[in-house]
């Protein structure tokens, strides 16, 4: 059995609706499209929980949200749950990371050798939501509608000198890794934090959208009183009623956004082209945390089920799975799973312990018709939501809100509940026995209350007197850098060069 090497590039709040079969026409993304031309592409591939910490454990451990204990954007991801960092390092993989993973907690690192970067975002526990204060809105770190009112052109933003930084520590570690001073194979987890908001581009790509015909969205706001209990909840979060968002201020956003996937591909070209130059070959892995509802509905940003949010991309590039398109609804939770299968790694400790399943055989030619399991329990949701996407059919359910079921095929926007529908019931009956076989609600309930208590508690004790921050801090040895004295020049100018002898 080989062992591949591996270079898993990862997007953040990039909508899977736009990657229908790779990027859609009109998006100008080359370099995509030319991955996805030999990539198995999963048209419905779903997060585990769309947030990006939750997503993000998830995505790296195979476990959904209730099992990691990851519920949001400040719960400690456990040291001891293994990620496929740990799978492939175990069996002989350098396991490198450059930029974004949000991990929650003292433990930085989770399986890899090395980070390149720190991270965007806070390890600490002061992003907790707090489910004892239903309707409360924490101003300083919520989402508001700031992001699509602010919309616009800029050269560098704080996402934007996070990406270019991510960018280049990839290529120099692929430049490192060419010249064979470790024979181990390697895995690298290259992570943007673009096209997530704020919807702010660079004028190069923003031009590149100028007459574009999507900039408007196919579903317009829908009124609050129309809206499901938890889009309610979302606007409410989201601090609706102090925005007035115009026609013009959606069309500004969805620009700038689009133009940010454009920038994504420049940097995904960069490290594609670097890979190539040094010659060296990897199984490629395209994927998002979560995705973005774009102003559809009324709606931005994440936290909810609807496709917009829920859906990513995902596309494999790997000899061992065949090019094409795949529709088969699976899940983020999927990719620890095969990733390990094909670098011939054994998870089988683990196994009883593990809800992803490798997609290798669905990349073979293969078929398969478990359910896809989500779930949400962080801000802008007062219990835990759960959601089973089930051939066409997706339903959704609360311990405080009425059902929902959806027929995707018949109905992609889902405009329309069938949960109270009379000729539905027998399906509502099937999928709510599925996922109350699944789920304990009142369990789940107990469990993110008395996660979130604790953090509380230590967040406040913490931050009282000195602080300590958890923040990963990338550490670069100058002495061993360049040329320095204990070194012989000869030998290091040899050793550091690749290809030799050209």
């Not at 975002?121 to 002061?126: E, H, K, L, S």
Request: net charge negative; glycine share 6%; hydrophobic share 35%.
């Amino acid at each position: 059995m080989t062992h591949p090497n591996i270079l898993i590039i990862m997007v953040d709040q990039l909508n899977g609706t736009l990657f229908p079969d790779g990027p859609a026409d009109w998006l100008h993304a080359p370099n995509l499209k030319a991955l996805a031309a030999r990539s198995t592409r999963f048209a419905n591939a779903y997060t585990a929980s769309p947030l990006c910490a939750p997503g993000r454990a998830s995505f790296m451990s195979g476990l959904l949200p209730s099992r990691t204990g990851v519920y949001d954007n400040a719960a400690e991801f456990t040291s001891s749950i293994p990620t496929y960092a740990h799978h492939l390092r175990r069996a002989g993989y350098q396991t490198c990371l450059s930029g974004k993973m949000h991990f929650v907690g003292p433990d930085q690192m989770h399986g890899f050798e090395e980070r390149l970067t720190t991270d965007i975002y806070p390890a600490d526990f002061g992003w907790t939501p707090d489910y004892r204060k239903p309707g409360e809105r924490i101003d300083w770190w919520y989402h508001n509608m700031g992001s699509v009112t602010g919309a616009g052109v800029a050269e560098i933003t704080n996402q934007m000198e996070y990406d270019d930084e991510v960018c280049y520590n990839a290529t120099r570690k692929l430049y490192d890794l060419s010249r064979g001073h470790d024979a181990r194979p390697w895995c690298l987890t290259v992570s943007f934090t673009h096209p997530h908001d704020p919807y702010v581009a660079r004028k190069k790509y923003w031009d590149l959208y100028k007459d574009c015909a999507h900039l408007m969205p196919q579903v317009g706001p829908i009124p609050y009183a129309d809206q499901d209990a938890h889009s309610r909840r979302i606007l409410d979060a989201n601090d609706r009623d102090n925005f007035n968002i115009t026609d013009d201020d959606i069309r500004r956003a969805r620009r700038a956004y689009f133009a940010n996937i454009s920038y994504l591909d420049d940097k995904i070209g960069e490290i594609l082209q670097t890979l190539q130059d040094t010659r060296q070959e990897a199984t490629i892995v395209f994927v998002s945390d979560h995705g973005d509802m774009l102003g559809e509905r009324g709606l931005w940003f994440k936290m909810s089920f609807f496709e917009g949010s829920a859906r990513v991309p995902l596309m494999i590039a790997s000899p061992d799975m065949t090019p094409g398109l795949n529709t088969t609804p699976v899940s983020t939770i999927d990719v620890t799973p095969t990733l390990c299968a094909l670098a011939g790694v054994d998870m089988s400790e683990v196994a009883p312990w593990t809800t992803g399943e490798s997609l290798l055989p669905l990349g073979q030619g293969g078929t398969r018709d478990a359910p896809v399991a989500l779930e949400y329990a962080a801000e802008g949701s007062e219990a835990p939501l759960v959601c089973l996407r089930y051939g066409k059919w997706k339903y959704t359910r609360c311990a405080l809100d009425p059902d929902q079921l959806f027929d995707l095929e018949a109905d992609p926007h889902e405009l329309v509940n069938l949960a109270d529908v009379p000729a539905h019931q027998g399906t509502l009956a099937q999928l709510r026995a599925k996922s109350e076989t699944r789920w304990d609600l009142a369990t789940f309930d107990a469990a993110v209350r008395q996660s979130q208590a604790c953090r509380w508690v230590v967040y406040e004790a913490l931050r009282n007197g000195n602080y300590y921050p958890w923040d990963y801090q990338p550490l670069q040895k100058a002495s061993e850098r360049y040329m320095r004295n204990h070194m012989d020049l000869n030998v290091l100018e040899e050793s550091q060069r690749f290809p030799r002898g050209e």
